[in-house]
């Protein structure tokens, strides 16, 4: 059930029932010469829809645009800086938990968003006693891509060729879910991604073509529907286990 695809009595009702919500949380950079620009806001935003179904739950507009000064050196890459990106995630909890809505469920696509959704969560904790709201909010990031089955299937498949950003794993689940927009080029030899992370400019000349020790050459899209589905089964579960706690 998408929020955006959804009527406010529609809503209204739905919160009868439960006071749960599923918010997918993306970003918008470059992945390397064959991944997609918008690959962490299109995975978060499927795999948010795929749980969204499993679990009868309703699914926000995705935050499609995250965390990605690292990779503005390249183009196409959109960014909002860290302290924007917690006044984003504010005031999508503040509106919401306004409306009834107690429990904040992240798909989360980006590992770049990590530290400051958790640091926008506490902000927003101690927002919402200030404003002497009476609702207790409670939030949960979930980063797809570090589940457990998602995590051993990206091994089995690919090994070290996973990488750690435009990963074949990633691509595979854009491919999935857009088989129109599969792209192909020339990849140069990997290079290991154990260089720390730094500015803009610094990542670009490490990382030349903007991959981090991946090969996402080794992405399918059959691959892409297997990651879906471990992804959606273990969300689904973290979901209902978070309601209940
Ligand atoms: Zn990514």
């Not at 739905?14 to 991944?35: A, D, K």
């Not at 080029?185 to 991959?211: K, M």
């Amino acid at each position: 059930m998408q929020l955006a695809l959804s009527t406010w009595p529609e809503v209204e009702e739905y919160l009868t029932r439960s006071t749960g919500i599923i918010i997918p949380i993306g970003s918008t950079e470059q992945h390397g010469p064959t991944g997609l620009i918008g690959t962490d806001a299109i995975t978060a935003e499927g795999i948010a829809i795929g749980v969204g179904k499993a679990t009868n739950a309703l699914v926000t507009p995705t935050i499609n645009v995250g965390m990605a000064l690292h990779h503005t050196a390249f183009p196409g890459t959109i960014s909002l800086r860290p302290a924007t990106l917690m006044l984003v995630i504010r005031d999508y909890l503040v509106s919401l938990s306004r409306s009834g809505f107690t429990k904040f469920f992240f798909i989360n696509g980006h590992g770049g968003n990590m530290a400051t959704a958790k640091a926008a969560f506490s902000e927003t904790y101690a927002h919402l006693q200030d404003l002497q709201m009476e609702q207790e909010i409670q939030c949960y990031l979930a980063n797809w891509f570090m589940g457990g089955a998602v995590y051993q299937l990206a091994k089995e498949l690919y090994g070290d060729k996973e990488g750690s950003h435009a990963t074949p794993s990633e691509v595979a689940v854009t491919q999935y879910l857009y088989p129109d927009a599969i792209k192909t080029a020339f990849l140069e030899p990997l290079i290991p991604s154990t260089h720390g992370i730094y500015s803009p400019s610094d990542f670009r000349r490490r990382y030349p073509d903007g991959r981090m020790g991946s090969d996402p050459s080794l992405a399918t899209p059959e691959h892409g529907q297997r990651f879906y589905d471990a992804a959606v089964q273990e969300l689904s579960k973290s979901y209902h286990k978070f309601l209940q706690s």
